[in-house]
């Protein structure tokens, strides 16, 4: 089964320079989060809007999951579009790389994880979208710099979360606020 919106399976990572800029680090309001997502699953009639699961059918936790939403351009920019409704299956699915350091630390076992991302595929395959996903992170293969990305939410422009590839891999984008 597919939801109203499989497509979401197939986004891009977003760009290390872009780590840890999000509306919700934008904002920095819990209450600003909680309104919106609660919005989101009712505008999705608490149903996963990629595989359609509702929230009693809910794996591998009985939940819904607010993911935020962007448009990719090829200048580096990621504009905020909205809050999509996923299942905790299919958010795990698009963040592969944090699913990966979840395997790693041993958070989550390799058997759930191959569970996540045949789940993910399944939907993929049945909503024909396998070659869009294979070629999710074509829009940045443009000569962008790492200084010239930047998160749009609300017309504002953001980031990038570090200088450099360097300050990235010491953690440095945890610390980002907006100025």
Known sequence: MTGTYPAILTHPNIPKPLHGIAPRTIVNSRTWWDVERKKCYAAASQRCEAC??????????????????????????????????????????????????????????????????????????????????SERHEWCNFNVGWSEYRMIFEGKEYGPSTQSFEGWKAGKWRNWRPE
């Not at 592969?96 to 993910?120: E, F, T």
């Open 52 to 133: 359609g699961a509702a929230r009693a059918d809910a794996w591998p936790n009985r939940w819904l999951e607010a993911h935020e939403c962007y448009d990719y351009q090829p200048n580096g920019h990621i504009v905020f579009n909205r809050l999509v409704c996923l299942c905790p299956a299919c958010h795990k699915f698009i963040h592969s790389g944090l699913r990966q350091i979840l395997v790693d630390r041993g958070d989550i076992s390799i058997a759930l994880n191959m569970r996540i991302q045949k789940h993910g595929m399944d939907v993929l395959y049945e909503a024909g979208l396998l070659k869009q996903w």
